[in-house]
């Protein structure tokens, strides 16, 4: 893949035709007609739906069962392809030779009524078993109705048939039915049904009203498959399957490789999951061979615009415009955008998407809360374009050069050909387009790559994130290299992580954003890493870069303050969490978790006037995110403790447990948090506190979390200065109000023999009353006990 | 359909022929049963496992719109069973020829000038039969006869033709049951034929043409039957599950142990690469449900009622109400009830949406739905969906996921 691009004169048919003849063994066109041995080397993606048809053609041909299945799927598919590959195997079955007959219909054969199916039936018999079925079929039926020579004729054949059974390939089947119209349907599948002696593969480009429509003959007869497009990977492995089949170790080697991996992506962008197109230009993806690669694009297209063209006539004008409007943009679509740019009203725009994609041509794919539609078959704007350009370079398709070869190698190829003799003009002007081109397919490769990192970082999937991150370096470096970065940090490797995002933060051309936020998660790697210093750094540089989004300056402040508060530089942590709070136009989540913080250090240095502020701030506000409010909520009554009277304390508890999310991890806070507080109050007022507590979190089921509190709670009496007789008052008041609850049964023991083992200062209790695995817990809780002990 | 199985392949249905068969000794008998129950595959396992004291004729009326190709099949089945058993005798041979009859391709045909006569050409054969072959029973399997019916009658209008041939090919076939002792029919059809009758009959006609025939509901199978099929399906089929029983188990609840989706389920269990666990079930069944292709075709249980309950009710204002439109609103609320519901609390849950006062018309309306295998009534009498996979997709397809009631 390192040579230069070869001069060579242009002929487009006569390259593609050329090298269809050099190589006949691959044939895009004809599937049928290749090696079975070849096609089984080349076959990908549908193994198990092989597998299960030659499965349902074995049962149908040895047992007194029937199957009848329809794949469905667009043009150029693959859909001869994997019939051809259920012809091969069942063929190879010996235990069928005498047991199953084979008719597989013309794929142009025109039917005008069931006569049509009975003689292409009986002929196409006739050709494969001469012995059994060469008869003359027509004279003993001349003179009848047609209908009546049919079943004359069906019935010669299942006379000859004898015991056997007839697996029926039907290709077009969508077309055959047509043919057979109402009346010719009822018959034959009058007859499929009385005989029970035909089993069926059948395909369809599209379903259709004959097998879908409630008053159709054979609503519901077939098992309907609906064949799937391939995916990158797909076309990836049939793509390298053919290079190999071709000899092609360079394109073998280079296919697997990122950039390799990143082009095909690109090409599937044009090409969908169409199988045809990935066989036709596998011919031609390596440099030598530009000129073929271009003319082939052109033929393909030109093939394939009538098809698109009767598709589109098909559609209603509404859905006509829709599928326009989808050619016509970059990407995916979603409704409200479709309404704009069609003036079609967005509910009838809605409704005929759905029209559109049950009839498989558009395809939707939901990210966030939008759907996005795009077209099922993406050629279809190749096609559309042909008409549009009028001799003129297809835009697609250099736009596609530009992303298969590279500027340099674009360039150095214009150079070399300009001004030699015999040169291809329409390769030429197809790489002076592509080297002005726009750089659109490489964008979208781009984004759907992303979106895919994204999908696979979501669901955990951190090698394939890294592989497509691999591939994203090709189309877009900085972006490559940042999520490369954070799939290393994800997966613990904080220092290869950094590696990255440093790179990324070099690069001169890298967008704000995506420096922004390497430097973001630069920081973290370094906090990971127990780097503090260069972790401030970092967020320091996002704070202080002038053209850096408020959004990410505003996350840089709030994670430098959080940072400086871990540290206890309480000073500095509270003014970036101010900043954050007073920054314009910074997001109202990140204000939100800046005021609970800020409360949280308030409370730390006993400035429960700020901390009621603060938190009730949060509460006030409509955009903070649940989990945000949740949890100001909860931290509230910490604060009104030490300061507020009991009622108004227990009030401010109610309304968290009413008002808070209980989705969220944050519902029900930290009792141990709130049981400290309590404890700094005097102590005269313990008992009447336990009992309303208690009352409170039983009310709403969440004594277990106040079970965990209490236990917790005893670091902090053993960390205290509490008399003897205060110690018992807490003990005595827990024992008295939560013995009844028995959430409470373990934490109350475990308080009591704690008690018992801070007065003695020795942790012989602790072995009298506790169980080992209590122990364990209580234990490091007593640490000062213990400590001098 | 999508596969047509053997009658020795078939699981679970003995029991159920065994009941017909002692139907059949009293009468004739019409089959009733929800689409995809699996009629057809009932009435060719009772032919091919047919009692020696009965001759059974099966055949799909699908193919038949004119009620001389009726007679025609007839005595094409009646000719195709004498050339296996002689006993049926000569007199075959001497009917065709008295009509002028001819036979091509194994298909007798009854020439243009005796059209006319269908009737009593009709009313002959069924005659000589059943007194040619008086120590037998002669048993016809009739499959899909309302659309024979429908046919017939839809063709007759457009060539306005006012002959009513369809009922009075109902009307014949009645009169032989009454005149053969011998003589029994099976009538089925994925078309309730109800709906046909009423559409033929019109206002002025009196005669119930099928009130003399027993109907039998074929149902989905038992559920140690439901779990053997899918048992040998997921053999066949070469499905790996992590643990088969409960694999199986969830198949035979999601799919209401109905024939159809059970093999349908089992199909796609064998594109999934991993082995194959309970959850996996739930999810495929639920894809299945909210597929824009619709693959199972549930579609039909929301589009048939536009169809069949095209009639109008009168509101309290004296307004015309589509039933369609009514019978859709009690099913939502059926699809949301935890519980059945008595018909006063239908028709309060109607009341509710739709200003209506004449219970009745919601009594009848309750009724054509359970006919239509929409709902079904409990032992006190309430109403509740018959199948739990219909109900659900109702819930889906109707948006009213999430709908409090």
Known sequence: MTEPIAASSYVPQATVSEAVFRRPMISAYTPSNMDPKTRERIFVQRHQLLRQAVRWCEESMLTGNKHHALYIGPRGCGKTHLVSMVHDRVRANPQLADKMRIAWLGEDTVFTGLIDLALEIADELAKAYPDEFAFDYRTGARGLAPDDAAEQ????????????????????????????????????????????????????????????????????????????????????????????????????????????????????????????????????????????????????????????????????????????????????????????????????????????????????????????????????????????????????????????????????????????????????????????????????????????????????????????????????????????????????????????????????????????????????????????????????????????????????????????????????????????????????????????????????????????????????????????????????????????????????????????????????????????????????????????????????????????????????????????????????????????????????????????????????????????????????????????? | MAKQVAPENVVGRDKLIGRIWKAIDQGSVVFTAERRIGKTTVLKKMQAESPPNKVVLYADLEKVDSPTRFVEVVLTDLKNYQSKKAAIGRWLGGLVESIGGTEIGGVIKIPPQQKKGWQSILEKILTDTCNHQTNQQIVFLWDEVPYMLQKIDALEEKSGSTDNSSLAILDSLRAMRNENDNLRMIFTGSVGLHHVLRDLRGQDYASQPTNDMEKVEIGPLALEDAATLARNLLGQEAVTCDSQEPVIAKIVELTDAVPFYIHRVVTRMTLLESTVTPKDVEVLVQRQLVDDSDPWEMEHFRERLKIYYRHNLPDADGNSIPAASLAGVLLDFLALAPSPRSIDQCYADLRSKVRIDNRDDVVQLLKSLAQDHYLVRDEKGRYRFRFPLVQRWWRTAQGLEGTKK
């Not at chain 1, 797909?234 to 190999?244: F, G, H, S, T, Y």
């Not at chain 1, 559309?384 to 736009?399: C, F, T």
């Not at chain 1, 009621?612 to 909520?633: K, N, Q, Y």
């Open chain 1, 153 to 789: 004729i069906l019935g010669e054949i299942v006379r000859r048939l004898g015991d056997r059974s007839i697996l029926l390939i039907m290709e077009n089947l969508d077309r055959a039915m047509r043919g057979l119209g109402d009346t010719g349907q009822k018959k034959w599948r009058a007859f499929l049904q009385e005989q029970g002696r035909v089993a069926t593969v059948a395909t369809s480009q599209q379903l259709f009203e004959d097998v879908s429509s409630r008053e159709a003959a054979f609503y519901g007869f077939f098992e309907i498959i609906h064949l799937e497009p391939l995916s990158v990977d797909d076309a990836r492995d049939l793509m390298e399957k053919i290079a190999r089949e071709n000899d092609k170790a360079d394109l073998v080697e280079f296919l697997r490789t990122p950039e390799g991996r990143y082009r095909v992506h690109a090409l599937h962008h044009l090409a969908g999951g169409n199988h045809r197109m990935y066989v036709m230009v596998s011919e031609f993806l390596t440099k030598e061979s530009l000129d073929g690669l271009v003319a082939c694009f052109e033929e393909l297209a030109e093939e394939l615009t009538p098809y698109f063209q009767e598709r589109i006539r098909s559609l209603s004008p509404q859905q006509a415009r829709i599928v326009q409007s989808l050619c016509a943009a970059d990407g995916a679509m979603t409704v409200k955008e479709i309404a704009e740019e069609t003036f079609i009203p967005e509910r009838n725009v809605s409704r005929q998407l759905g029209e559109l994609r049950q009839r498989g041509y558009v395809r939707s794919e939901k990210r966030g809360k939008e759907s996005y539609y795009d077209m099922a078959e993406p050629l279809m704007r190749l096609c559309l374009e042909v008409k549009k350009q009028r001799g003129e370079p297809l835009k697609l398709v250099a736009a596609f050069l530009r992303v298969w070869y590279s500027d340099s190698e674009l360039q150095q190829e214009l150079r070399n050909e300009m001004g030699m003799p015999g040169a291809n003009a329409r390769c030429l002007a197809y790489m002076k387009v592509a080297l002005q081109a726009d750089d659109v397919l490489r964008k979208i490769a781009g984004q759907e790559m992303a979106s895919e990192f994204q999908r696979h970082i979501e669901s955990e999937r951190f090698d394939d994130a890294r592989e497509i991150a691999e591939e994203l370096v090709c189309a877009d470096p900085p972006l490559g290299l940042l999520c490369r970065g954070l799939t290393h940090n994800k997966i613990g490797d904080a220092r290869t992580a950094i590696t990255d995002l440093s790179a990324v933060i070099e690069l001169e051309n890298a967008p704000v954003t995506i420096k922004s936020t390497a430097l973001l998660a630069r920081a973290t790697c370094y906090s990971r890493l127990g780097n503090v210093e260069e972790e401030i750094a970092d967020y320091t540089i996002v704070i202080n870069a002038q053209d850096a989004p408020i959004e990410m300056k505003a996350r840089a402040l709030l994670a430098r303050g959080l940072t400086y508060g871990a540290i206890r530089d309480l000073r500095r942590a509270m003014a970036d969490l101010v900043a954050v709070v007073e920054l314009e136009n910074a997001p109202a989540r990140h204000k939100a978790t800046a005021l609970v913080a800020q409360g949280h250090i308030n409370s730390a240095i006993g400035n429960f006037e700020d901390v009621v502020a603060d938190f009730s701030a949060v509460i006030r506000m409509p955009e903070a995110s649940p989990a945000t409010r949740t949890c100001a909520l909860f931290c509230l009554p910490e604060a009104t403790i030490p300061i507020k009277s009991l009622s108004e304390s227990i009030a401010s508890i109610r309304r968290a447990f009413e008002d808070g999310d209980p989705e969220t991890r944050e519902y029900g806070g930290d009792p141990s948090a709130v049981l400290n507080m309590v404890l700094r109050r005097e102590h005269q007022s313990w008992p009447e506190f336990i009992q309303e507590l208690i009352s409170v979190y039983a009310d709403y089921k969440a004594l277990d979390k106040l079970g965990s509190g209490l236990t917790e709670s005893i670091a902090a009496l053993d960390d205290g200065d509490y008399s003897e007789a205060q110690l018992d008052l807490w003990n005595s008041s827990w024992q008295e109000f939560g013995s009844k609850h028995e959430e409470l049964e373990i934490p109350l023991k475990a308080l009591n023999a704690a008690i018992e083992a801070i007065k003695t200062g020795n942790d012989l209790s602790l072995f009298k009353h506790l169980p080992l695995e209590i122990r364990k817990i209580i234990r490091p809780l007593l640490k000062n006990t213990l400590l001098k002990e």
